[in-house]
């Protein structure tokens, strides 16, 4: 005889279509999200608005300073490498020293400082140089520094497995469309204060400037405002676990056999050692794997960051401030959707493929748009790029997170971030000195095959990597 309940028997409910919409959108992860994931949320958007209002100006406020478009592409080279030194020395420091908290808001302080010196334009280079680096002045428009290692790791660390990729999507999307809200807004107030208020062109971008510092100053309080959750969980001690496992001797346990302590030295090189993130074996291959291609395309990204495409388009075109701001946050709103699209497609692909198939596009069109010698066609590439130029984000941050240990993904993230900024680093060099040769079209081309060899290459080598390995690894270690 059946004694199970009615309720027993009856079918599992089926979710409705709103809820299917919602979870297939990303919208029902991102509402179980804990509080302090969504104020790095936040963060992130107002940060990427301040990059884009700086990085729409920045070329012609430093050709407006009376600079050369060479010294322009040598400022930028020089401030990708100082931030390499900045984000290495802050992550691998914001689990085992600083804290994570008190590295965001440091880089959120060092922000506001580097925009009111922006903002009083001293007519030295070297102190303009000396503020981009210590202020993560970002030539790209892109994230650099230490800000979006910790981020991401936070984020892997407060979210569930199966919501990561949700979560990194309208975390890659927030970024997005701050960046795209930025350089609008930022267009056309410079644009209002030229044409109606007079200003002179370089007391508007002054202007931006004052606005990025107080963009700053936001996120300096929205860092404040997280929880102690966001710290990194202390690791056991070697002798503590082995004591939990019913052997080795604890910190009271008598020293035996004349075993003496431990010389300072040695002392001294755990300490440095504690710093620096113990890698699994495992781990060590895949770093350096994607150390090396995505030093390619980060390489190809120097080649056309978004202060060079922008000023392309100003310099060839004509476009003024406030058009070039309404193209640029067009395409970044295309962007930010197309974020959403890639979150579903990994759920299905997996997150290897979707990178590849979605980027690779991508690389095609940013090749093409130097081609035509009509503003139609040139926009026209541009906003090809854009609708899949930006899907590849999210599912690499989720790829990165499943493939790391929890106790390795900051340092880790933030080792690769390094070395991208540092590959990005020659390539604004190089497109400024072929924009002053009038070769500014190799820079897209070469840029563009770069990209396309970097998608290629992470096929053939993480084509066949399970996507469940990951998951495990995170089982284990909770």
Same mark, same amino acid.
């Given at each position: 005889?059946?004694?199970?309940?009615?309720? @027993?028997?009856?079918?599992?409910?089926?979710?409705?279509?709103?809820?299917?919409?919602?979870?297939?959108?990303?919208?029902?992860?991102?509402?179980?999200?804990?509080?302090?994931?969504?104020?790095?949320?936040?963060?992130?958007?107002?940060?990427?608005?301040?990059?884009?209002?700086?990085?729409?100006?920045?070329?012609?406020?430093? %050709?407006?300073?009376?600079?050369? %478009? #060479?010294?322009?592409?040598?400022?930028?080279?020089?401030?990708?490498?100082?931030?390499?030194?900045?984000?290495?020395?802050?992550?691998?420091? #914001? @689990?085992?020293?600083?804290?994570?908290?008190?590295?965001?808001?440091?880089?959120?302080?060092?922000?506001?400082? *580097?925009?009111?010196? +922006?903002?009083?334009?001293?007519? *030295?280079?070297?102190?303009?140089?000396?503020?981009?680096?210590?202020?993560?002045?970002?030539?790209?428009?892109?994230?650099?520094?230490?800000?979006?290692?910790?981020?991401?790791?936070?984020?892997?660390?407060?979210?569930?497995?199966?919501? =990561?990729?949700?979560? $990194?999507?309208? &975390?890659?999307?927030?970024?997005?469309?701050?960046?795209?809200?930025?350089?609008?807004?930022?267009?056309?107030?410079?644009?209002?204060? =030229?044409?109606?208020?007079?200003?002179?062109?370089?007391?508007? $971008?002054?202007?931006?400037?004052?606005? &990025? !510092?107080?963009?700053?100053?936001?996120?300096?309080?929205?860092?404040?405002?997280? *929880?102690?959750?966001?710290?990194?969980?202390?690791?056991?001690?070697?002798?503590?676990?082995?004591?939990?496992?019913?052997?080795?001797?604890? @910190?009271?346990?008598?020293?035996?056999?004349?075993?003496?302590?431990?010389?300072?030295?040695?002392?001294?090189? %755990?300490?440095?050692?504690?710093?620096?993130?113990?890698?699994?074996?495992?781990?060590?291959?895949?770093?350096?794997?994607?150390?090396?291609?995505?030093?390619?395309?980060?390489?190809?990204?120097?080649?056309?960051?978004?202060?060079?495409?922008?000023?392309?388009?100003?310099?060839?075109?004509?476009?003024?401030?406030?058009?070039?701001?309404?193209?640029?946050?067009?395409?970044?709103?295309?962007?930010?959707?197309?974020?959403?699209? #890639?979150?579903?497609?990994?759920?299905?692909?997996?997150?290897?493929?979707?990178?590849?198939?979605?980027?690779?596009?991508?690389?095609?069109?940013?090749?093409?748009?130097?081609?035509?010698?009509?503003?139609?066609?040139?926009?026209? +590439?541009?906003?090809?790029?854009?609708?899949?130029?930006?899907?590849?984000?999210?599912?690499?941050?989720?790829?990165?997170?499943?493939?790391?240990?929890?106790?390795? =993904?900051?340092?880790?993230?933030?080792?690769?971030?390094?070395?991208?900024?540092?590959?990005?680093?020659?390539?604004?060099?190089?497109?400024?000195?072929?924009? @002053?040769?009038?070769?500014?079209?190799?820079?897209?081309?070469?840029?563009?095959?770069?990209? !396309?060899?970097?998608?290629?290459?992470?096929?053939?080598?993480?084509?066949?990597?399970?996507?469940?390995?990951?998951?495990? =690894?995170?089982?284990?270690?909770?």
């Amino acid at each position: 005889m059946d004694e199970s309940s009615p309720a @027993d028997r009856e079918p599992p409910l089926t979710p409705s279509l709103s809820q299917r919409i919602l979870s297939e959108l990303g919208l029902a992860a991102l509402a179980r999200a804990h509080r302090d994931v969504k104020l790095l949320i936040l963060q992130r958007f107002v940060r990427l608005a301040a990059y884009g209002a700086s990085t729409l100006v920045l070329v012609s406020f430093l %050709r407006g300073l009376g600079h050369s %478009r #060479a010294r322009a592409g040598l400022f930028m080279t020089l401030t990708l490498v100082g931030d390499v030194l900045i984000s290495l020395l802050l992550s691998l420091s #914001a @689990d085992r020293l600083l804290g994570r908290r008190a590295v965001l808001a440091l880089g959120a302080a060092l922000m506001a400082a *580097s925009g009111f010196v +922006f903002a009083a334009a001293p007519p *030295s280079y070297w102190a303009l140089l000396a503020a981009a680096v210590l202020g993560v002045i970002s030539p790209s428009g892109n994230e650099i520094g230490p800000f979006r290692a910790v981020e991401e790791s936070v984020v892997a660390h407060l979210t569930l497995a199966a919501d =990561r990729a949700d979560v $990194y999507a309208w &975390y890659s999307l927030a970024g997005t469309a701050g960046t795209a809200l930025g350089m609008v807004t930022c267009g056309w107030a410079v644009e209002f204060a =030229r044409s109606t208020l007079d200003w002179a062109l370089l007391d508007a $971008y002054r202007a931006v400037f004052l606005g &990025y !510092a107080v963009m700053g100053l936001v996120k300096l309080v929205l860092a404040l405002a997280l *929880s102690p959750a966001v710290e990194a969980d202390e690791e056991e001690p070697p002798s503590v676990s082995s004591s939990s496992s019913g052997g080795g001797p604890t @910190d009271t346990t008598p020293l035996l056999n004349g075993e003496s302590e431990p010389q300072p030295e040695t002392r001294t090189r %755990r300490w440095w050692a504690a710093l620096l993130p113990q890698l699994s074996p495992e781990s060590k291959g895949i770093t350096t794997a994607l150390c090396l291609l995505f030093a390619l395309d980060s390489f190809a990204s120097g080649l056309a960051p978004l202060s060079w495409v922008t000023y392309y388009f100003r310099s060839r075109f004509g476009l003024d401030e406030g058009r070039l701001g309404s193209v640029f946050f067009t395409t970044s709103i295309i962007s930010a959707a197309s974020i959403i699209v #890639a979150s579903a497609l990994a759920k299905r692909l997996g997150n290897v493929k979707t990178m590849v198939f979605t980027h690779l596009p991508s690389a095609v069109f940013l090749a093409l748009i130097p081609a035509p010698s009509s503003l139609p066609l040139s926009l026209l +590439f541009l906003i090809l790029r854009a609708c899949t130029q930006s899907m590849d984000v999210a599912p690499r941050s989720a790829f990165l997170a499943a493939v790391l240990l929890p106790s390795e =993904r900051t340092a880790v993230m933030g080792a690769i971030n390094v070395v991208k900024t540092g590959a990005q680093s020659l390539g604004p060099l190089i497109t400024g000195v072929l924009a @002053d040769k009038g070769l500014f079209w190799v820079s897209f081309v070469l840029a563009g095959s770069l990209k !396309a060899s970097y998608d290629l290459g992470l096929l053939a080598v993480f084509k066949n990597y399970k996507r469940d390995r990951g998951e495990r =690894r995170d089982e284990e270690q909770e």
